[in-house]
Every structure is written in C-alpha cells, then in structure tokens.
C-alpha cells in the first residue's frame, strides 16, 4: 500500500494565482534504504482538488493541518486526518490549480469527498507506507523519509515575497529533504531565515 499526503495551511487570503516553484520529485539515499516520493499541490475553494503528475486512484490521502499562528506566522501544531479522493474534481478547482502551478503541467486531477472551509494551494506527497510513522491505534503521526526511526521536521514561514515549504531531519533544521517556494503578489509576515530559502 502506498500513501498520499497532503499539507494544508491556513492563511485564508492567500490569492489563487500563487506561483508554484520548484516542483520536482525528491530522493533521499542511505546506504541501505532509499524511498522515492514526489510532492505536488492540493487547492482548496469551494470544493477541493488534487493535481498530480503521477495516478492517485489507489492510494491513501492524509491531510497535514498547519496551525499558524495570526501574528507571527510560525507554526503552532500538525494535526493529520485522512480524507477520501474521487475521479470528478470541479473544473473551476481544477483551473485554479492550474493558475496556481504555471511551472508544472498536471495530468491527473481527482476531487476531495469533502468541503475544506480554509486553506490554500498546498502540498501532498507520495510514496511508500514505510516512510509514514504511526500512533499506537494505526493512525499516521509523522514522516520518516530518512528511515532514521525518527519523525522529519515540517515547517512552513514567509519571506517579504512569499511562503517557504520545508522538509528537515529533525527540529536542528541541519538537514534538509525539501523545499518549495510561492511567490505572493501582497505583503507577508517575514518570519523565515536564511537556512529556509535554500535548496536540500
């Protein structure tokens, strides 16, 4: 079985037309284990949509819920719940999705069985349930892209032209697995350093 995860944040007025960079599949090598996953986008109106360049039918979406905080921007909790996808996205969330993503042409687009009230044009990911580690109960509590055993730091902050996306090893932010950047046309909260900018 495999696992698609999807990251939500909630900053209500980021526009549709946000700029997608960076989209590309990622690779984390050990010297035994190697996982490939690739990340995309979600958008959220008044119904939502997934955008992938790869088929989705069969896997599992969990969404990462960021709680941001109103004044500075910085990340306050990472709820995850599971969310079911079908074959009939709406054409309007799917040209949204399209707006927001000049850099990468999707060719498979599936609805959300469910209305998100908040969010923005955001991030999932793929790849192999071994990378997920769970709760006692079987639920999915954190990634492990590394296969270190230890759960891989998610953060997301804001430059004064954008929001920065980023996948570390550990809190340490000494390691980096991804980055993905959306340029915003209006002013943001600067919250991020200069580590959060550059590539893994």
Known sequence: MMFLISCTSYEDEIPVESVQKNYDSNRIE?????IDYTIGRVQFLNSSCIGSVKPINNLIPILIEFDLDDESGNVKNIGYRRVKIN????NECVKALNRSSVERNFSYFYGLDEKIESGVVDYFIVGEEKMI????????LA????QDGKADFLDM???SEGSHFNIWDSSNKKVKFYHDAIYLDFDTINNC????????
């Open 193 to 200: 350093q200069e580590k959060d900018y550059s590539e893994p």
């Open 143 to 146: 990634l492990d892209l590394n």
């Open 30 to 34: 050990q010297s035994k284990n190697k």
């Open 87 to 90: 074959s009939s996205p709406d």
């Open 133 to 140: 580690l769970k709760q006692k109960n079987g639920q999915p």
């Open 157 to 159: 902050c804001y430059s």
